[in-house]
């Protein structure tokens, strides 16, 4: 069973093309941790709210992760990192065309 992370935190920027620049060499990073299946970038610039969800093979994995990053942002500055960690109904998500894999 895969396991998904919802991950939001308040951030002043970058933003669109410029959070890009910024932090291609951390998407690349993320890509080799331990478990890690994908990832969903998210950012509002409205409410100045990043963060992403993101796709484990196991809970722990996601969890692991979970504590690794919000103490990552910390050192950037950011707190308050909202973070949770769901299973995934694999049945009713492949109805929905939910991407599990």
Not at 20 to 45: H, M, Q, R
Not at 76 to 82: D, K, L, R, S
């Amino acid at each position: 069973m895969a396991y998904l992370l919802q991950v939001d935190f308040k951030m002043d920027g970058p933003f669109g093309d410029e959070m890009t620049e910024a932090f291609s060499d951390l998407a690349k990073s993320i890509t080799e941790e331990e478990g890690f299946i994908w990832k969903i970038w998210t950012e509002n610039v409205e409410t100045k709210e990043a963060g992403g969800i993101y796709l484990f093979q196991t809970k722990e994995a996601a969890e692991k992760y979970l504590k690794m990053h919000t103490e990552r942002l910390a050192g950037f500055g950011i707190t308050g990192v909202n973070g949770k960690v769901f299973a995934i109904n694999e049945k009713l998500s492949e109805i929905t065309k939910g991407p599990i894999q």
